[in-house]
């Protein structure tokens, strides 16, 4: 994924994603793995990640964003 070919999901995609439910200290699941999040979404690079924990793990690392969650993103919130 890079900013040439999805140019919309670098403008306002942090606050979006955090709109979904990925903010700080919220608990979720992706790629079959239940994570506690430590972070507010942000850019790394061409990715959207998170920080976070997995299961009783105690370390943070980082975690990519699933591309089907930011694919969904224009067709989510969709101007009329």
Not at 21 to 40: C, I, R
Not at 43 to 48: D, V
Not at 50 to 59: E, I, Q
Request: charged share 20%; with cysteine.
């Amino acid at each position: 994924m890079s900013h040439t070919v999805f140019p919309h999901l670098f403008t306002e995609d942090c606050r979006r994603i955090r709109d979904l439910g990925f903010t700080s200290s919220h608990h979720v699941t992706m790629y079959g793995e239940h994570f506690e999040l430590t972070s507010d979404p942000f850019e790394e690079g061409q990715y959207m990640s998170v920080k976070a924990r997995c299961g009783s793990d105690p370390a943070i690392r980082t975690v990519h964003l699933p591309v089907a969650l930011l694919l969904g993103l224009a067709y989510r919130f969709r101007k009329s």
